[in-house]
């Protein structure tokens, strides 16, 4: 069964301070993989995905196929990057189920000034 | 401007009545979804829908429905709705393939009582 696990529910780091958010995934397939986050009371938003290789807002996530896992970094955090951070693998198999995107339960993130 | 367009935003009702959260996306999107939100639950899938008239279950599909007649429109119905149903539920688009990013609405805030 496709799954995705990101193992902490809460992570609370101070600012300047590293951050990891964790995300493994088991997918039959070769998933192409996302992050969205969601600050307080809005809309959820795509925050970088795999295939672009690229950082936003400091972030960036690298794909290690042999553990599969998508992990979400950043060096230093900042206060406004408080929120909830979800990893989402979508499906890209052939089939009925080509391109349907599956969420972990999501990390909240607090940033401590 | 594109965008996905859920009504209502807010709505509190009774067990039993009928309801439809209508969604509507302008960006001649394949794919559809309908996600809820629990604290500690993270993202659940509902329904999702790959094309016109293609639609299947998500991961929580009990007590829902939903139909795709119409490329941009695909509302979410709850034919009895109960307390547990209860939740912030988000409707979502993209183009259907594997490597395209998800647009969500701003949400939906049903309380049943």
């Known amino acids: 069964a496709q799954r995705v696990t990101q193992p902490e529910k809460l992570l609370s780091v101070f600012k300047g301070a590293p951050v990891e958010l964790k995300c493994n995934y088991s997918y039959s397939g070769s998933p192409e993989l996302f992050w969205y986050v969601q600050y307080s009371r809005q809309r959820l938003q795509l925050l970088l995905r795999?295939?672009s290789r690229e950082s936003i807002k400091g972030f960036t996530a690298d794909l290690n196929k042999g553990e599969t896992s998508f992990h979400l970094k950043k060096p230093f955090a900042q206060e406004e990057d408080s929120a909830m951070y979800y990893c989402a693998p979508r499906d890209g198999n052939y089939g009925g189920s080509q391109g349907n995107l599956i969420f972990g339960k999501g990390t909240k993130l607090s940033v401590k000034p | 401007e594109a965008q996905v367009t859920q009504n209502p935003r807010y709505l509190i009702t009774v067990t039993g009545k009928k309801l439809t959260v209508t969604c509507s996306q302008n960006m001649n999107h394949e794919y559809m979804s309908w996600y809820r939100q629990d604290p500690g639950l993270g993202l659940r899938q509902i329904y999702y829908?790959?094309?016109?008239?293609?639609?299947d279950k998500g991961d929580v599909p009990e007590g829902y429905k939903v139909s795709r007649k119409e490329k941009r429109n695909f509302p979410l119905i709850l034919e009895s709705p109960s307390p547990n149903q209860t939740s912030l539920y988000f409707c979502?688009?993209?183009?259907?393939?594997?490597?395209?990013?998800?647009?969500f609405g701003d949400g939906t805030r049903l309380s049943i009582l």
């Open positions: 795999h295939i």
């Open positions: 829908s790959m094309n016109v008239e293609v639609t």
């Open positions: 979502a688009s993209s183009l259907g393939t594997a490597d395209q990013p998800q647009h």
